[in-house]
């Protein structure tokens, strides 16, 4: 008994020492981050979710059970909100309300739920954090995601929005990288995705537009590089436009259908690919009007009925190779107009249809 009192005081110094030497935030570490649960029927561990938001630090997952919520919801800290089951955020007994609201500097995940009836679906207006907004539908709404004046990469993926009054999404000022992917708008009142007078490099990727009350996507003003890949416009005034924008675009299998006017820019600077593509208009396949970038038009076929190519007053090469430029008009059909080029134009490989004229220079 003796020699068990004597080494006690030894056992319990060499224990604390060893606790003395963990770094810090180890103990952070091993007891992990929290996940809060949210049922409305009290069944969780809060009936709101904007109490489990509040409660929640950042690194945690406020994880939302099935069922209408009839919120606003404000993220302040970088969390995980999901609703693995497809809650709903219900706005219809607010006036003017905002379905999911990102501030700051939060670098919020939000997952997995469906948002209707709010005047912004999910509103991040001068954020700076990179957050994201996945498998998530916005319906109903004046705009589906309203993001103006944000400096982060932020990303859309794997969501939908409908039946908006306005855009899709309203991005307007913006400078930071960001990304729209794998995402579907379906009759919304203007822009699929207005991003007019931003500076950041984006992509567009497996993008579809139906039915917008303006264009697919709008990028006039801009100065940073796009990439538009896989990406479907229909029922449009104009699948892309980029008026007085002067980064450089790669637009690769772009579908546009049923609309005025395939792609649109003037009085830029900015080089373009258009490659593996479809056009399908009503008046113009390419309109473009005093540029200074070169471009490059490479397996795509035109097919409108007023003019196939419109290039008038541009100032840079053209080279279009393994194209068919296919125009249907009786009268004043033009397959390519290149008035007032002051560059060299190359066409190689292309077939130039049309009743009319085939060739203006």
Same mark, same amino acid.
């Given at each position: 008994? $003796?020699?068990?009192?004597?080494?006690?005081?030894?056992?319990?110094?060499?224990?604390?020492?060893?606790?003395? =030497?963990?770094?810090?935030?180890?103990?952070?570490?091993?007891?992990?981050?929290?996940?809060?649960?949210?049922?409305?029927?009290? @069944?969780?561990? %809060?009936?709101?979710?904007?109490?489990?938001?509040?409660?929640?630090? @950042?690194?945690?997952?406020?994880? /939302?059970?099935?069922?209408? %919520?009839?919120?606003?919801?404000?993220?302040?800290?970088?969390?995980?909100?999901?609703?693995?089951?497809?809650?709903?955020?219900?706005?219809?007994?607010?006036?003017?309300?905002?379905?999911?609201?990102?501030?700051?500097?939060?670098?919020?995940?939000?997952?997995?739920?469906?948002?209707?009836?709010?005047?912004?679906?999910?509103? !991040? #207006?001068?954020?700076?954090?990179?957050?994201? *907004? @996945?498998?998530?539908?916005?319906?109903? !709404?004046?705009?589906?995601? %309203?993001?103006?004046?944000?400096?982060? #990469?932020?990303?859309?993926?794997?969501? !939908?929005?409908?039946?908006?009054? %306005?855009?899709?999404?309203?991005?307007?000022?913006? $400078?930071?990288?960001?990304?729209?992917?794998?995402?579907?708008? /379906?009759?919304?009142?203007?822009?699929?995705?207005?991003?007019?007078?931003?500076?950041?490099?984006?992509?567009?990727?497996?993008?579809? =537009?139906?039915?917008?009350?303006?264009?697919?996507?709008?990028? $006039?003003?801009?100065?940073?590089?796009?990439?538009?890949?896989?990406?479907?416009?229909?029922?449009?005034?104009?699948? *892309?436009?980029?008026?007085? @924008?002067?980064?450089?675009?790669?637009?690769?299998? &772009?579908?546009?259908?049923? $609309?005025?006017?395939? &792609? /649109?820019?003037?009085?830029?600077?900015?080089?373009?690919?258009?490659?593996?593509?479809?056009?399908?208009?009503?008046?113009?396949?390419?309109?473009?009007?005093?540029?200074?970038?070169?471009?490059?038009?490479? #397996?795509?076929?035109?097919?409108?009925?007023?003019?196939?190519?419109?290039?008038?007053?541009?100032?840079?090469?053209?080279?279009?190779?393994?194209?068919?430029?296919? /125009?249907?008009?009786?009268?004043?059909?033009?397959? =390519?107009?290149?008035?007032? !080029?002051?560059?060299?134009?190359?066409?190689?490989?292309?077939?130039?249809?049309?009743?009319?004229?085939?060739?203006?220079?």
């Amino acid at each position: 008994m $003796s020699d068990t009192r004597t080494r006690l005081p030894a056992l319990l110094l060499s224990i604390m020492l060893t606790l003395a =030497v963990v770094p810090a935030g180890a103990a952070g570490t091993q007891t992990g981050q929290e996940t809060l649960t949210v049922d409305k029927s009290g @069944s969780a561990d %809060y009936r709101s979710i904007q109490a489990a938001v509040n409660a929640a630090d @950042s690194g945690d997952t406020v994880e /939302v059970q099935p069922g209408t %919520y009839y919120e606003e919801v404000s993220v302040n800290e970088s969390i995980t909100l999901v609703a693995p089951d497809r809650a709903i955020l219900d706005g219809s007994r607010f006036v003017n309300g905002t379905g999911i609201t990102v501030a700051g500097t939060a670098e919020p995940n939000v997952t997995g739920f469906t948002v209707r009836n709010y005047r912004f679906g999910v509103a !991040a #207006n001068g954020t700076s954090g990179d957050w994201t *907004v @996945s498998d998530t539908t916005v319906i109903a !709404a004046d705009v589906g995601v %309203y993001a103006p004046n944000t400096t982060g #990469n932020w990303t859309i993926e794997d969501a !939908a929005v409908a039946s908006t009054a %306005y855009s899709g999404v309203f991005a307007r000022g913006t $400078s930071g990288d960001w990304m729209i992917r794998n995402t579907r708008f /379906v009759e919304v009142g203007g822009d699929g995705v207005d991003v007019r007078k931003s500076s950041g490099d984006w992509t567009v990727a497996a993008v579809v =537009v139906d039915q917008s009350g303006a264009d697919g996507v709008d990028a $006039s003003g801009t100065t940073g590089d796009w990439s538009v890949q896989n990406t479907e416009v229909r029922r449009s005034d104009a699948g *892309v436009k980029a008026i007085n @924008s002067d980064g450089d675009w790669a637009v690769t299998d &772009l579908t546009v259908s049923r $609309s005025d006017i395939g &792609l /649109v820019t003037a009085f830029s600077g900015g080089a373009w690919t258009l490659e593996d593509s479809t056009l399908e208009t009503r008046d113009i396949g390419v309109f473009t009007a005093r540029t200074t970038g070169a471009w490059t038009i490479q #397996n795509t076929t035109i097919e409108s009925q007023q003019q196939g190519i419109h290039a008038v007053n541009t100032n840079a090469s053209w080279t279009i190779f393994e194209s068919t430029i296919s /125009v249907t008009a009786q009268r004043d059909a033009i397959g =390519v107009d290149a008035r007032s !080029a002051t560059e060299g134009w190359s066409l190689t490989d292309v077939t130039i249809e049309s009743p009319g004229i085939e060739v203006a220079e």
